[in-house]
């Protein structure tokens, strides 16, 4: 779509991308898309005029997400200089806290061939390559050893995908113990 969107238009699109975002969490990406259309209390041509395809929608909301992630980034690097173990660590919390590696996992599952696609790597090493600021400042800092943002993206979605319902219900804090081995974990 060229130039700008009208904001009703706009606030349908983020209220797709918001109610996708938590039922793919929930349901996971085979969930349906007029469910999401439902939720988001629009009908399901605006969804499609939004989002002509799945593969449109998985794609807006990774770069969604990996956009919170780069802001992320941003805020820590600002804190770096005063405390960058805490600057490090709030960081990927803040990562774990997009669900970006839960959604990354839930569509490579329900669509391998959209996760490989050709429009989807170039986003993919385009956003990546956005992470390295972080990377050496963290290398340098003696925070983690030779590891490049896809592995610590998909550390984190490792540390951070959904567990079944008893399980959070029995160890209520696993996700921030498994962040904080995670960090531990990575150090050289």
């Known amino acids: 779509m060229g130039g700008h969107m009208r904001s009703d238009a706009q606030q349908n699109r983020e209220a797709l ?4 975002r938590t039922l793919i969490a929930e349901q996971g990406a085979g969930v349906s898309l007029r469910a999401i259309a439902a939720e988001a209390g629009v009908g399901i041509a605006t969804l499609y005029r939004h989002f ?23 805020r820590a690097l600002e804190q770096w200089d005063a405390d960058p173990e805490a600057a490090w660590r709030t960081f990927i919390i803040e990562l774990a806290q997009t669900h970006l590696s839960a959604q990354l996992v839930a569509v490579a599952e329900e669509d391998p061939e959209f996760a490989i ?12 390559a ?4 972080i990377l050496v400042r963290a290398r340098e800092s003696g925070l983690i050893g030779d590891i ?28 921030e113990w498994l962040i904080d081995a995670y960090i531990r974990g990575i150090r050289p």
């Open 17 to 20: 991308l918001s109610v996708a």
């Open 52 to 74: 002509p395809t799945r593969g449109d929608l998985f794609l807006a909301l990774v770069m969604q997400m990996s956009s919170e992630g780069l802001a992320a980034m941003d």
């Open 130 to 133: 956005r992470f390295d600021p």
């Open 148 to 175: 490049d943002a896809m592995r610590l993206i998909v550390g984190v979605a490792a540390a951070t995908r959904p567990l079944p319902a008893f399980v959070e219900q029995q160890i209520p804090d696993l996700h």
């Open 117 to 128: 696609s050709e429009r989807v790597s170039s986003a993919r090493a385009d956003r990546l």
